[in-house]
């Protein structure tokens, strides 16, 4: 996690099984549009940080996916096909306690405290990232966090006296989402056995890991090279 709140303990205290709460949550602190580090923002009393997406008594696995608009100057860089074919991957009971599936809008209170994904209750949310696909540092990013972008394609780039550029691809983002973000908040919503927050977040990274980038890279690795042949 970059950076995260201490709101997972008030969501809980206020929403019945409400699931842990935030991931990849970027600085706060402007550089451009937006940048992101490891600070922690403690806020006090409870406010919902999302649209709420009351659970249905039965669950038969067969989520929905909502798409909001993303704001100006961002956009979704997954689509509703894309996030079932991914899912579709995983075994159903996987499934079966997830609901809805949110393509967030980026709001001006959103942007001073933005985020790649979050769990809450039985909904995942992803949110969008600037258009140009290139995201802004104030300040170095932590080994974590350079090691993980560059896991799934992430270009950095310093840029003097002391901001940073991540840039993504269009595939590179893409793969960034599809199999870290959305993988890992649904590790968040499984994850029934712990309750604080480093060992939620341990398991979730490991989830992430173990279904998300070492299935999809290396079944990659190991598809075989098609060879062209020409005619003679």
Not at 72 to 95: C, F, K, N, S
Not at 206 to 231: C, D, L
């Amino acid at each position: 996690m970059h950076h995260r709140t201490n709101l997972r303990k008030n969501i809980r205290q206020a929403v019945p099984n409400a699931g842990s709460f935030a991931r990849k949550f970027r600085h706060n602190s402007a550089l451009s549009q937006r940048a992101r580090g490891n600070g922690r923002n403690e806020r006090g009393a409870f406010s919902p940080p999302e649209d709420w997406y009351e659970p249905r008594e039965t669950n038969d696995g067969n989520y929905r996916v909502v798409v909001q608009k993303p704001g100006d100057g961002y956009r979704h860089v997954v689509t509703e096909p894309e996030i079932r074919e991914r899912l579709a991957q995983l075994p159903a009971y996987m499934l079966e306690s997830l609901e809805v599936v949110q393509l967030s809008r980026i709001t001006r209170k959103k942007q001073s405290f933005p985020c790649y994904g979050m769990q809450w209750g039985s909904t995942l949310y992803l949110y969008p990232i600037e258009s140009s696909l290139t995201e802004f540092y104030a300040r170095s990013p932590s080994p974590a966090q350079y090691n993980e972008a560059r896991m799934y394609g992430g270009q950095w780039r310093e840029v003097p006296p002391c901001s940073w550029q991540l840039t993504w691809s269009e595939a590179t983002v893409k793969d960034f989402y599809l199999n870290n973000i959305l993988i890992h908040e649904l590790g968040h919503l499984l994850d029934q056995r712990n309750s604080s927050y480093t060992d939620r977040e341990r398991y979730a990274e490991w989830f992430a890991i173990e279904h998300g980038y070492r299935k999809t890279h290396e079944t990659r690795a190991n598809r075989p090279v098609q060879r062209r042949h020409h005619s003679g």
